[in-house]
């Protein structure tokens, strides 16, 4: 089984298994930049950025990892 790395709401390495993952979202906060991970298993993820940079290449790994899977 392949995982995907990330961060928990409290700061800590979670890893999501990549076959659960049922969509992702990319959006603009007032903060900077969310990048949103829903599973199946009805538990989502989080991930915020300041620099958009960083954001946008985040997203295009998830998005690459999951058209592998």
Known sequence: MKFLETISC?????????????????????????????CDDENDW??????????DFRYEMIKEILEAK
Do not use: C, M
């Open 10 to 38: 409290l700061g800590y390495d979670a890893l999501i298994p990549i076959n659960r993952i049922k969509s992702i979202a990319y959006s603009v906060t007032s903060k900077g930049y969310r990048i949103q991970i829903w």
């Open 46 to 55: 989080t991930e915020d950025f300041t620099d958009k940079k960083k954001a």
